[in-house]
Structure formats: structure tokens, C-alpha cells
């Protein structure tokens, strides 16, 4: 059984139910366990608010939806603090919160599925965490 960690990038597409999000979530072997840092629920949930409300990208009915799928999601969650001195060494490529899913994979030695490009090509992004995505957007 393989060890897969969803960054906030892919899970937002993913709840969303978007054709990207589909397509995102057909990297995931059927096999795997899938694994977040507890800040990806306050991370997605940000992003749909924002989608919703500032944007306008999705109605209401949408982001209920998706904020019903995120809830009903079965994953694995790990507490933040112990992953925070891995997620430090990241700090002059990454954000905290990137970092962190990051550090996740490393200490699981799991894959790392992302829709965030830039976190993959990161200069410090280790060599053995597998990235799992899409090409990038055009």
C-alpha cells in the first residue's frame, strides 16, 4: 500500500470536482492511503471562501458541495507540530504551510500529489519525495 500526501493544490481541485480535479485525482493509486497535514482543511476551506465570495469562480451550491466532499474525504491526518523543525529547513524555498506537507511526505516516505507547481521545482525540494501532477496550466 502506497502512501500518498494531498497538498491543498490538488485538494481544492479534487473537492471542487473540477475536470482538472478529476483528472488530479486519477494520479492517486487505487492501493493508497491518502495523508494531510491537519492545516489542509483550513487551507481548502480558505480557498473555496475566497472562490465564493471574492471571486465569484463558484456559486454557493458549489462550495457547499465541495466543502461536503472535503468533510466526507476519508484521510489521514497528522498533528503539525512534529512536523515543524523538518518543515524549517524548507523555510527559504517554501512557505510554512508547503513546507509541511513537504516534511509530511518525507517523514511517511510517501509520494507528494500537488497542483502547485512552483512547490515541486522548489530548489530544496527533496529528491526523495515523488511528485505527483499534472502538466503545468497553460
Same mark, same amino acid.
Given at each position: ?6 497538498d491543498?493544490?490538488?485538494? /481544492?481541485?479534487?473537492?471542487a ?7 488530479? *485525482? ?8 491518502? %495523508? ?7 487551507? /481548502? ?10 471571486? #465569484?469562480?463558484?456559486? !454557493? ?10 468533510? #466526507? %474525504? ?6 503539525? *507540530?512534529p512536523? /515543524?523543525?523538518? #518543515? %524549517? ?15 509530511? #511526505? !518525507? ?11 512552483q ?8 529528491a526523495? /519525495? ?9
Open positions: 500500500m502506497s502512501t500518498i500526501v494531498i491543498a493544490s490538488a485538494g /481544492v481541485e479534487i473537492v470536482n473540477t475536470r482538472r480535479g478529476r483528472t488530479v *485525482a486519477r494520479l492517486i493509486p487505487p492501493d493508497s492511503q491518502g %495523508w494531510v497535514p491537519e492545516h489542509f482543511y483550513a487551507e /481548502v476551506l480558505a480557498v473555496l471562501r475566497r472562490q465564493f465570495l471574492v471571486e #465569484a469562480k463558484i456559486t !454557493e451550491a458549489q462550495a457547499s458541495a465541495a466543502v461536503s466532499r472535503l468533510t #466526507a %474525504w476519508h484521510l489521514h491526518h497528522a498533528s503539525v *507540530a512536523l /515543524v523543525p523538518a #518543515a %524549517w529547513h524548507y523555510r527559504h524555498n517554501m512557505t510554512a504551510a508547503d513546507a509541511l506537507y513537504v516534511a509530511l #511526505a !518525507e517523514s511517511l516516505g510517501g509520494d507528494l500529489l500537488t497542483d502547485d507547481h512547490l515541486s521545482q522548489a530548489p530544496t525540494f527533496p526523495t /519525495v515523488k511528485v505527483l501532477a499534472l502538466a503545468v496550466r497553460p
